[in-house]
């Protein structure tokens, strides 16, 4: 037995072929359709800002931990050139 999901992939991917339809939407979003509220679009809203919000932060702070580790390397890198210069002034 399928589930639910496979039966509506297959009606809609039927539908697509039958119609020469190239919409990703299936039968079901016409003018009879429902469609959400308000509410519900505006919570839609606020999620996807919550998620936008929330992928801003890890990636500022990867770009925080970035940072920090070039700053890092910059350190060393210093450090290695002054003891290069200082091991050629002692030959």
Do not use: D, F, W
């Amino acid at each position: 037995m399928i589930s639910k999901e496979q039966e509506r992939h297959i009606l809609h991917e039927t539908y697509k072929e039958t119609t020469g339809c190239r919409s990703r939407k299936g039968p079901g979003h016409g003018y009879l359709a429902k469609y959400p509220t308000q509410s519900q679009l505006m919570n839609e809203r606020i999620e996807e800002q919550a998620r936008a919000s929330a992928l801003a932060a890890a990636a500022q702070q990867k770009n925080s931990e970035m940072q920090a580790e070039v700053e890092k390397l910059k350190e060393k890198l210093t450090v290695q050139a002054a003891e290069r210069e200082s091991y050629k002034e002692k030959i």
